[in-house]
């Protein structure tokens, strides 16, 4: 109930639904129902406003993981809700706010921050499409365009698929009739890249990033 009431508190979001779960069946079995394994499953509309908001602290994956209650779940209930906030990137380390002095780039109508290794990257709403990066992550693999970092190899299959996906098309170039084209306009980057990229107004391009590295990389 107090997912239900914060979500509704601090997003104005009513997530009817899972109130009438709760009233069906009880907290622990509307709970187990949300953490179901499904292929393909997709976030519901209420954790990705609380990812909008930066506020997955008071969602219901988080309380799930959370002790005591962690122990009504099962193993599989319970990587479903840590899959889900892992791919949001709830448990990367916070960061420093950015400085009013350093560039962040497309700020346009959004004001969501993904957290980066090294630095904060403000996103713009294509970078979160869900069904755009869904097809980006499947055309490109889940593995950084820049310099081929890829979580899993790094640290292992728990880690598959966290991976930035950044959008190439200059904001001020975007109209109305703009559609986005995944495979065309977005690629598949890591954190650490994404961050560099968004480092400069205009954004650093791929190609740009690249020479960075094997400039290093020379020296
Ligand atoms: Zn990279
Ligand atoms: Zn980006």
């Known amino acids: 109930m ?3 009431e914060n979500g509704k508190r601090v997003l104005g979001y009513n997530a009817t ?3 009438q779960k709760i009233r069906a069946a009880g907290g622990v079995a509307a709970a187990k129902s949300c953490h179901k394994e499904k292929p393909n499953a997709k976030p519901t509309t209420g954790f990705l406003k609380l990812v909008d ?14 002790d005591p209650w962690n122990t009504l779940f099962t193993e599989s209930e319970l990587g479903v809700a840590r899959r ?4 949001y990137g709830y448990f990367l380390p916070a960061a420093e706010p950015v400085s009013r ?14 957290e980066g290794a090294v630095n ?3 996103v713009n709403r294509y970078e979160r499409d869900e069904d755009a990066r869904e097809a980006c992550i499947t055309h490109y693999g889940a593995v950084c365009y820049v310099c081929k970092f890829d979580f899993a190899v790094a640290y292992g299959s728990a880690f ?8 190439l098309v200059p904001i001020a170039t975007i109209n109305a009739e703009y559609r986005i084209d995944p495979i065309a306009d977005l690629r598949p980057v890591c954190a650490n890249c994404h961050a560099v990229i ?9 190609a740009e990033v690249q020479g960075l590295l094997t400039a290093q990389i020379a020296t």
Do not use: N, W
Not at 84 to 87: G, P
Not at 101 to 114: F, G
């Open 84 to 87: 889900r906030l892992e791919r």
């Open 17 to 19: 639904r899972f109130l």
């Open 120 to 122: 904060k990257v403000l």
């Open 160 to 167: 598959e698929g966290m991976i930035h996906v950044h959008h």
């Open 2 to 4: 107090a997912v239900y």
């Open 198 to 206: 968004h480092r400069r107004i205009p954004c650093y391009t791929i």
């Open 101 to 114: 002095s350093e560039p962040v780039a497309e700020i346009v109508d959004s004001d969501t921050y993904v």
């Open 53 to 66: 908001h930066g506020q997955l602290d008071i969602s219901l994956e988080a309380l799930v993981l959370r």
